[in-house]
């Protein structure tokens, strides 16, 4: 009996694996409120990303934020990217309890800042 009882012990002080509820947007947005955000449940291993990245064009400066799921690898990971003309620097930042990747990451200047230059940038050309 106590051959039976152990292994079932054991089974139950194991913990449950519970996927993880993050928020994702359905676009980067060049604001943290206009993210358009929704629950995802994470693949299994996976943490809540929130992700700030700056790009800038000679004067024009531009400011995206993404919220995802994302490989405990890119935690904490700061890098640069070149695309679409535009020289990125992102920050990501991750936590790992359901949706915990939901408050507005707090920018160093105003978005309205950003999203005047890029409209008056649009009106120069």
């Known amino acids: 009996m106590w051959k039976l009882v152990c292994p079932l012990l054991l ?62 690898s890119l935690c904490g990971v700061t890098g640069q990217k070149y695309t679409m003309g535009f020289n990125f620097t992102f920050t990501n930042e991750c936590c790992n309890t359901h949706l915990c990747n939901g408050a507005a990451t707090p920018a160093t200047h105003s978005w309205t800042g950003s999203l005047l230059t890029l409209l008056l940038s649009y009106s120069v050309w």
């Open 11 to 72: 089974l139950c002080l194991l913990p449950a694996v519970v996927p993880l509820f993050c928020y994702t947007c359905v676009f980067p947005a060049i604001s943290p409120l206009d993210c358009i955000r929704y629950p995802l449940k994470c693949p299994p291993g996976q943490l809540c990303l929130s992700s700030r990245a700056v790009g800038e064009n000679g004067h024009f400066r531009v400011v995206l934020y993404e919220k995802s799921c994302v490989l405990p």
